[in-house]
């Protein structure tokens, strides 16, 4: 391996990835340094100008120029940071979040032409040669920034998304509970009955992101007894605990609850679920009711929750 073989790689992606072109390639009016940043901002909702600034090892003036241009175009909003006035805290408005998630759509059907072009069997080797250039290329370098919760982007369901949630529960449950296919048609169910007729005044799903990929969600639907909605389907995949994303989700589901008028929240779960159960103590929610049940290949005692939205907490 050589300089010049880096190089020559550094070269033929750019071109393949049209990096100097980028407007012309995601046919919009930015260049590929503006795309990060509107995608660091989407991303980390509660970024600091100088944080973002190392994030992306930039220039202080030139980001500083990006910002004002994205702030005269009404994509950003400016304002002391809440950690340090000294600092600036940089936040999308409501047309930059459009604006990020139209550059997203546009670079995730880009890259999906992409990999249209590799054969099947070729795509494992593709995966495990960029992932290799990364871990080795990491070594090296500076430690890499952990997330911190606030990275965390709780957002509704895309194109897709519904279809993750079934298959997340399932391959999560049957991995750390040995559950059998029975809940996968138990999950697919509550999902279908979602996407097929919901109201979406009184029900919602949310997904939540980190880097751009989902790693966690939750439901809230209407329960069949009257002012009663129910918290359902709560995940959080296993690399992305311990930033509270459950918190998150829970806290979501009892605001919504709580401001679209329901008088009651309640929820079925299994006692040996004990980081959610502990998740829904925080969150006042009380246990009125237990009783085995074998169900999903496995002995398990079920528990009915339930959290009285007149009583603040």
Not at 90 to 112: H, I, K, M, P, Y
Not at 134 to 163: A, K
Request: charged share 30%; proline share 5%; aromatic share 8%.
């Amino acid at each position: 391996m050589t300089v010049q073989d880096i190089r020559a790689f550094n070269r033929f992606y750019t071109n393949v990835i049209g990096a100097l072109d980028y407007s012309r390639h995601l046919y919009a009016p930015f260049t590929l340094t503006e795309s990060r940043v509107l995608y660091e901002l989407a991303h980390s909702p509660r970024t600091d100008a100088a944080d973002l600034r190392t994030e992306l090892s930039l220039d202080a003036g030139y980001l500083s120029r990006i910002l004002n241009r994205f702030e005269q175009d009404g994509l950003v909003e400016r304002a002391p940071s809440e950690r340090d006035p000294r600092r600036r805290q940089v936040t999308l408005t409501v047309r930059g979040r459009e604006t990020a998630a139209l550059l997203a759509e546009r670079a995730d059907e880009s890259v999906g032409a992409l990999l249209a072009t590799v054969p099947e069997a070729d795509r494992p080797r593709l995966a495990e040669a960029l992932h290799t250039v990364r871990t080795i290329l990491s070594e090296d370098t500076e430690e890499v920034r952990r997330p911190q919760p606030e990275d965390v982007v709780l957002r509704e369901p895309g194109p897709g998304d519904l279809g993750w949630i079934v298959q997340r529960n399932a391959a999560l449950y049957a991995a750390e509970y040995d559950f059998n296919a029975d809940y996968e048609g138990l999950v697919a169910r509550i999902v279908a009955d979602f996407a097929e007729d919901h109201d979406p005044h009184l029900e919602r799903v949310w997904i939540a992101e980190l880097d751009g990929r989902p790693v966690g969600c939750v439901m809230c639907v209407r329960d069949d007894a009257p002012g009663t909605a129910r918290l359902r389907l709560l995940l959080v995949e296993p690399d992305a605990r311990g930033l509270r994303i459950g918190d998150q989700l829970v806290a979501a589901v009892v605001e919504f609850a709580r401001g679209v008028g329901y008088r009651d929240l309640v929820l079925w779960t299994n006692d040996i679920l004990g980081a959610a159960r502990r998740i829904y103590q925080r969150h006042g929610f009380v246990l009125g009711a237990e009783k085995p049940h074998r169900s999903f290949g496995q002995d398990l005692v079920g528990q009915d929750w339930r959290l009285d939205l007149h009583q603040r907490q």
